[in-house]
């Protein structure tokens, strides 16, 4: 073969995969790239959305970690669901998940009972629970006071609105509840066994078998969990928003994070600066804000070694 | 060892204490995990059985602290069709879904093929940008996006500017489908080129028809993803109600009825039920996808 076939061999493979990667790029460069760069922009920009952007140094980043109000009680609410809200979830799903392959009697429908919930789309499910704890006239607050334990404010009481959102995301636990199963049929029985020989008992069992074996699906719902919990946007702001009987046609009068800014998250501040105050470069600083911590724990999902998700063949 | 967790068989033959003991002991297992079984099957399901039940009380009735309806007013779903713009947002929440899933199934097959089987350097680091682009808020990019939608193309009080860029392939669906095709052996693809097709014609005739779960699968998220997706809606089609979606559509019924729970519980059961039934029927591309990803099901 000579030498020049050979190159426009490799100029044709070249071109066929940039070929078959088009759209991707494409759309990675008009809607990431170009969005990126122009957010950086904004971010040192004075712009209402009406008179042309005004340069305006830092002035956008000290008015979001100074003066705003709303930047600190958010990124605290947004840890408060990371650190809490993800342990509980993780717990509970593998509670869930370890009761799932012990059951020997009608193991289908349970799992199917205990999976559905996951499905129910953020807002409605929101709605349910709006409902089911409604402080007046929900059920689960008849049902505490028929038994005599004192009935919680739930999502109108700025101690119990992030518990009550916890509360949510436990009864969607079926995504967990799924890869834990898998993960706990995968332990090789042989070591169970060995255990069991040995005189282990149920905790040491769990402690020395069960854990090291399921210890990188821990470590995956972990950091999916603490990912999607920093993104956590649609329920809390539906639940406050409710909550706080926001009457329709009012389109963006809406007091954020009802009660005392107690369901507010990171994400929802794009949306209150951004379109709530018309203030595009303060918005902007806190999008760049959430892209970095996004980033960082993506960025421990894919490390080359250790890495959750596999790049490799 | 025999399994712990057989039923117990009712005793016949007077047995050895220490048999008796272990039986008891296995008995009690038994119950003790059947009953915890009940106990998270009752947490589980009670939240749509109140939903339900109250979507069928009457206007007064769901006001009260009653847990089952009086009357079954069944007339509430229709009350609740009747509502002006309900039609509408089903309709437009079909569009987005339907023209979506074909959008991100026409641009991420090729992508994912490319990253499934064409060996070209900076394939580890394109398929790490796929996978954090997965990972990236809405919200991080959103300013620029809307004013270039709302101010330059004057597209806002539409659904266009979510259902656009999945014409450029959707990174999770890229994800999914990378995946699924990594299972394909390369046998078949070299097979193909030996009989003399082009990437092209290996693509649509030997591996597309093989790839039909992973599609299925990627079509069902996507019609997932218009019935939940409510921050998209919010920014770009709140100022026209004749653009809203059913997830949108929810949450302003609920501003617009304001004390009828009872209303606004058989509209939150109208925006679940066709998930769970798209479910059922579609389980089997479901579960594939949620085990070839592993991310977000």
Redesign the interface.
């Known amino acids: 073969m000579s030498a020049l076939t050979l190159r426009t061999k490799r100029r044709r493979s070249a071109l066929r995969t940039l070929a078959f990667l088009s759209p991707w790029l494409i759309g990675f460069a008009v809607f990431f790239a170009y969005p990126m760069i122009s957010t950086v922009y904004f971010s040192f920009m004075h712009y209402d959305g009406f008179k042309p952007p005004t340069w305006s140094g830092t002035k956008n980043w000290t008015y979001v970690f100074e003066s705003y109000p709303f930047f600190w009680p958010a990124l605290r609410n947004t840890l408060w669901l990371v650190v809490i809200m993800v342990t509980l979830r993780v717990l509970f799903g593998l509670g869930i998940g370890m009761l799932i392959t012990k059951i020997k009697t009608g193991t289908g429908v349970f799992r199917t009972l205990f999976y559905l919930p996951y499905l129910a789309p953020p807002v409605a499910a929101t709605m349910a629970f709006a409902f089911l704890l409604n402080p007046g006239t929900g059920p689960v607050n008849s049902i505490l006071e028929k038994i005599g334990i004192p009935a919680p404010g739930w999502f109108n009481d700025p101690n119990w609105s992030k518990p009550a959102l916890t509360l949510m995301f436990l009864w969607g636990v079926g995504d967990l509840m799924v890869i834990f199963m898998a993960a706990l049929l995968d332990v090789p029985k042989e070591q169970y066994e060995a255990a069991e020989l040995d005189g282990a008992s149920a905790w040491q069992r769990f402690r020395f078998v069960t854990l090291p074996n399921i210890s990188p699906i821990i470590m995956f719902a972990v950091v999916t969990g603490v990912i999607a919990a920093m993104q956590c946007y649609t329920q809390p702001l539906v639940a406050g928003k409710v909550a706080s009987g926001v009457i329709q046609g009012a389109g963006t009068m809406f007091e954020p994070g009802y009660p005392e800014h107690s369901t507010l998250t990171l994400p929802q501040l794009v949306y209150n600066l951004g379109f709530q105050r018309f203030d595009y470069g303060s918005a902007c600083v806190v999008a760049l804000v959430l892209f970095a911590l996004s980033m960082a724990f993506t960025a421990l999902l894919m490390r080359r070694r250790g890495g959750l998700i596999q790049a490799g063949d | 060892?025999t399994q712990v967790?057989?039923?117990p068989v009712e005793v016949r033959s007077p047995a050895s204490p220490a048999e008796r003991t272990a039986r008891r002991k296995a008995l009690l297992e038994w119950i003790a995990?059947?009953s915890?079984?009940v106990a998270?099957?009752l947490?589980?399901?009670l939240?749509?059985v109140?939903?339900f039940l109250?979507s069928l009380m009457s206007d007064s009735q769901?006001?009260?602290?009653d847990?089952i309806p009086h009357t079954w007013e069944w007339a509430n779903y229709r009350k609740v069709f009747d509502t002006p713009g309900f039609l509408t947002w089903w309709k437009n929440t079909l569009i987005y879904a339907g023209l979506g899933t074909v959008l991100t199934v026409l641009?991420?097959v090729?992508?994912a093929?490319?990253?499934a089987k064409?060996r070209?350097r900076g394939r580890?680091l394109?398929?790490?940008?796929?996978?954090?682009?997965m990972?990236?808020?809405p919200?991080?990019?959103?300013?620029?996006?809307?004013?270039?939608w709302a101010?330059q193309l004057d597209l806002s009080g539409t659904l266009w500017p979510i259902i656009v860029?999945l014409?450029?392939?959707d990174a999770f669906s890229?994800f999914l489908l990378r995946q699924f095709l990594?299972t394909i052996p390369n046998e078949y693809v070299d097979a193909a080129k030996v009989d003399g097709c082009g990437?092209l014609r290996t693509l649509l005739k030997i591996i597309l028809p093989m790839a039909k779960p992973g599609i299925a699968a990627v079509a069902l998220f996507q019609f997932?993803n218009a019935?939940?997706d409510?921050?998209g809606p919010?920014?770009y089609a709140?100022?026209n109600p004749g653009a809203w979606t059913?997830?949108?559509g929810?949450?302003?019924?609920?501003?617009?009825h304001?004390t009828d729970?009872n209303l606004?519980?058989a509209a939150?059961v109208l925006?679940?039920a066709p998930?769970?039934l798209v479910?059922f029927f579609a389980q089997k591309a479901f579960v594939e996808g949620?085990?070839l990803t592993?991310?977000?099901?």
Do not use: C
């Open positions: 060892m967790l057989d039923r995990i059947h915890l079984g998270a099957a947490f589980f399901t939240p749509f109140f939903v109250t769901a006001l009260s602290r847990l641009s991420s090729p992508v093929y490319a990253l064409f070209f580890n394109t398929l790490m940008l796929v996978i954090s682009m990972m990236l808020p919200q991080v990019v959103v300013i620029p996006m809307y004013l270039f101010k860029p014409a450029f392939g890229i990594m990437d997932f019935w939940n409510y921050f919010q920014i709140s100022e059913l997830s949108y929810l949450e302003s019924f609920k501003g617009a304001h729970w606004t519980m939150t925006v679940m998930v769970i479910f949620v085990t592993g991310v977000k099901g």
